[in-house]
Each structure stands twice: as structure tokens, then as C-alpha cells.
């Protein structure tokens, strides 16, 4: 596996097998040394061979980052990634992603990064509870769903890769760190590392899988809090998606929720380097028709996914959809409804709520104010499929 070694001495190798292609050193090293004796050419040729050296030993920042991503294959363990979906199985075509729920939940743990940790459920307790629910949607004719719990909030890859063995829904997890509720699930030493450092822990659990379950991410889920703008910390989060994105081509969810930092965000992405369309707006169903179509405008993908049993959202989350399909915008647009979750330390894990309501409740109230079927399949098959390849995504000038 390309990245299962050292970055340094991979980057090496790498860099003295380019330097050898270009022709600097198509004979062995020590012949080479020789060579440069008595010759008129000798001192500009040592000169450039101590710079080439200097650069294969100690190479910079910049160096290292250009070779990973020309370096980067969108295929790793020999499987095709790039324009895939990576579901925890491994990737799949777009076309095989089918009727796919954009944003649910299996299990969320809300105790804090503090004390979090797999110890806090059993698996097969959990599995019994949240397994009749991926059946029911399986039964309604849904195969995938994305699961946005992140690390420190309850993610468990394991789980995931046993529920959906049992239901025949294909789940998909994430990478990344959720800032939102003030920081309680970012374990304390991550406040301070720098958006590299972040962005490298997320692009190795993409290249080697997530601990050592051989699970990897599907997409990259950040959360940030409401305001007018970003704290440091969740601006430093949106940066280190960024870079994980460039280096991985993996989508960028984020947790933002009705908020003019959404605008701000698309500021970073566009000075980071990364296209509007490689970003997710979660939750944005609350905020208004007019900054939902302006984001679609500007490229973002608008997520309208936390819908429940409330008739007052409902009807006016109907009209926001209606505007947006007025507009033309309908293929930048995700439905979802946020449900779920088994939750650790209540007793059976709590209410569930489940993954029904927009097939029961959204789909018939949006046939009703004039959705085809082409549009409803639009939002259910042909937008998540899109959204989620596995593809880098750069801004055009
Ligand atoms: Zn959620």
C-alpha cells in the first residue's frame, strides 16, 4: 500500500526514481561521482548534483506536498477510487450508489471527546435496535445511506461495516473533526495543531483505513457553530478539509446549520484552491429560500436534511424546495432527514427516530406541488451520486 509507509523515505525513493527518469543519474551514483572529475563542466555540475541531493534528503514543504498529489493515486490497494463512491466496502460505481439517503445517523455518542470510546456500547445490542430500521428502508426500495457521525461523536467503522453486511444497505462514513456546540467533541490536543497536521490524520485514515479496521472514509464531516463569522478554530477546520480534499478528492460536509458563515466558508474554499461543488451545506434547512439559492448559486451543495415530524418545517421546506426548482437549481440540492440514532447510555438507546419521513411525509407533499418523478430521483439518486464521488475538485479562475 503506497501510503502504509513512511511519507519521508516513500518521497525519497520517489524523488531519486524521478530525478533518475529525467536522465541525472542514469548511471549508478558513485560512477556518477567520479565522472565529474577533470572536467571544464565539473564545478556547475557538482553544484546542481548538491542541489539535487540537497533536495532528495531535505526536501521542502512544497516539494513534498506537489510530489504527493502528483504522486497521489485516486487508487490505492489497486482499487479504482477516483469518480467512485467509497462505501465501508470498499468503492462502487456511482451508478450502484441508487436511492441514497445524504445525511442519517446509525449512533451518536453526545457524552463529549473527553470520554467517549467503543467501551460505551456493545455492537450486538446496537445492531439489534438500529438494523429493523435500515430494513424498513431497504423495503421502501433505498440501498445506501451516509452516515455523518464523526469521530469523538460516536463513529464506529466496525459497526457500520456489520450493519450493513446484515441489511444490504451500503453505509458510508467519514473523516474529520465536528467544532460545532462549542468544541466539546474535539479531543483537547487537536485545538492546537495547525490545518496541516489535521489534514493529514484525515488524509491517512483515507489512504490506510480508519484505526485498523481497513474501513475508509467516504467523505469528510466538519461541524462549525452558528454566527456571523467562524471562530479560529472551526476557520482552521474548514482549511484542513480543504487540503484533505485536494489530497483525496473526498466531499466536505459540514455541519453549519442556518448561518451567514456558510458565505464565509465559500470564501476559504475558494482561497484554499477547492471548488463550491466539492462542499456540502448541512442543515440548511432552516435558513431562508434566499440564502439557500444564493449558495446554490455560487456552486455549494444545499442540504435540506433535518426533517421530522413537523408539519410547519414540512410545508415550508415544500416551498423553499419549489423555489428552488423555480430557480433551476434543484441538481445542486440533497434531501435527507437527519434521523436515527441509538444513543449510548439510555436505556435501548433512547427514541429512534426512523429514516421514513422523507419518503413518507417529504416525497408525497412534493409530488403534490408539482415534483416529477425525474425530479424526486433527482434528489434521491442522481444528486448523491454526484455529490459523494471521490474526486478532486479545484477551483476554476
Ligand atoms: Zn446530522
Known amino acids: 500500500m503506497f501510503f502504509g509507509l513512511k511519507v519521508d523515505s516513500v518521497l525519497r525513493g520517489y ?36 542541489m539535487v541531493r540537497g533536495l532528495i534528503d531535505h526536501p521542502p514543504r512544497e516539494l513534498v506536498l506537489l510530489v504527493l498529489f502528483f504522486a497521489t493515486p485516486l487508487s490505492v490497494s489497486g482499487e479504482e477510487i477516483e469518480g467512485n ?16 439517503l445524504s445525511h442519517e445517523h446509525v449512533l451518536v455518542d453526545f457524552i463529549g471527546a473527553s470520554e467517549t470510546g467503543y467501551e460505551r456500547w456493545d455492537r450486538e445490542t446496537v445492531a439489534e435496535v438500529v438494523l429493523p430500521h435500515l430494513l424498513e428502508i431497504r423495503n421502501l426500495g433505498y440501498q445506501s445511506l451516509f452516515e455523518c457521525t464523526p469521530a469523538y461523536l460516536g463513529r464506529d467503522p466496525q459497526l457500520l461495516k456489520m450493519l450493513s453486511e446484515r441489511s444490504g444497505i451500503r453505509l458510508v ?28 490524520i484525515w488524509i491517512q485514515e483515507f489512504r490506510n483505513g480508519i484505526e485498523d479496521t481497513g474501513v475508509r472514509p467516504g467523505f469528510i464531516k466538519i461541524g462549525v457553530d452558528r454566527g456571523e463569522r467562524l471562530t479560529p478554530f472551526h476557520a482552521k477546520l474548514v482549511r484542513a478539509a480543504c487540503r484533505t480534499h485536494l489530497a483525496t478528492g473526498l466531499t466536505i460536509a459540514s455541519h453549519t446549520g442556518p448561518s451567514e458563515v456558510v458565505f464565509e466558508i465559500a470564501e476559504i474554499l475558494e482561497e484554499e484552491g477547492v471548488s463550491p461543488d ?45 423555489a428552488l426548482k423555480a430557480a433551476g437549481l434543484l441538481h445542486r440540492v440533497l434531501v435527507s432527514q437527519d434521523a436515527g440514532w441509538y444513543r449510548p447510555g439510555e436505556e435501548n438507546g433512547g427514541a429512534f427516530a426512523p429514516y421514513t419521513f422523507v419518503e413518507r411525509s417529504l416525497l408525497p407533499a412534493l409530488s403534490e406541488a408539482g415534483f416529477t418523478q425525474r425530479d424526486l430521483d433527482m434528489l434521491l439518486i442522481q444528486n448523491p451520486a454526484k455529490a459523494y464521488a471521490v474526486s478532486v475538485r479545484k477551483r476554476r479562475d
Open 173 to 200: 462514513t467519514n473523516t474529520g473533526f465536528y467544532g460545532a456546540r462549542k468544541n466539546i467533541y474535539i479531543p483537547a490536543w487537536a485545538l492546537e495543531a495547525s490545518a496541516d497536521a489535521l489534514a493529514e
Open 85 to 100: 463512491i467509497m462505501t465501508v466496502d470498499g468503492p462502487i460505481a456511482p451508478s450502484e450508489l441508487g436511492k441514497a
Open 278 to 322: 466539492a462542499f456540502i451545506w448541512v442543515h440548511a434547512t432552516r435558513d431562508s429560500s434566499e440564502n439557500q439559492i444564493r449558495a446554490a448559486k455560487l456552486g455549494l451543495w444545499v442540504s435540506i436534511d433535518n426533517l421530522r415530524e413537523n408539519a410547519i418545517l414540512l410545508n415550508a421546506n415544500v416551498e423553499r424546495l419549489v
Open 15 to 50: 524523488l531519486r526514481n524521478s530525478f533518475c527518469r529525467v536522465g541525472a543519474c542514469a548511471v549508478p551514483r558513485r560512477k556518477r561521482t567520479l565522472g565529474f572529475r577533470g572536467t571544464a563542466q565539473a564545478p556547475t555540475l557538482r553544484r546542481i548534483y548538491g
